[in-house]
């Protein structure tokens, strides 16, 4: 089973930017396609952006296609996520999520960061 660690959430000015870092352990990270989700106060949780395991497609959420970016390096066992442009509206916890490329549900989660985009 793998593990995931999320990390970088803070405290910023909407306009503002901030990169999120999921750190992977525990299984080869190549073997999962990984994900971004969020859940903001008293909403359900809601995909972000998605990237396959080599990291060749990518897909994203509308509401931040354009300002949001997902990548990863497998050598380093790390996904991230760069936010810029951040709005008040993208107010929530953040969490990692992790598919295995057989598989076509998320099974495994982290604990997410908090992110908080003040106006």
């Known amino acids: 089973q793998v593990q995931l660690v999320e990390s970088g959430g803070g405290l910023v000015q909407a306009g503002g930017s901030l990169r999120l870092s999921c750190a992977v352990s525990?299984?080869?990270?190549?073997?999962?396609?990984m994900g971004w989700f969020r859940q903001a106060p008293g909403k359900g949780r809601e995909f972000v952006a998605t990237?396959?395991?080599?990291?060749?497609?990518?897909s994203y959420a509308d509401s931040v296609k354009g300002r949001f970016t997902i990548s990863r390096d497998n050598a380093k066992n790390t996904v991230w996520l760069q936010m810029s442009s951040l709005k008040p509206e993208d107010t929530a916890v953040y969490y990692c999520a992790a598919r295995p490329t057989i598989a076509t549900t998320y099974n495994t989660w982290g604990q997410g960061t908090q992110v908080t985009v003040s106006s």
């Open positions: 990237i396959s395991w080599s990291g060749g497609r990518t």
């Open positions: 525990g299984r080869t990270l190549s073997r999962y396609d």
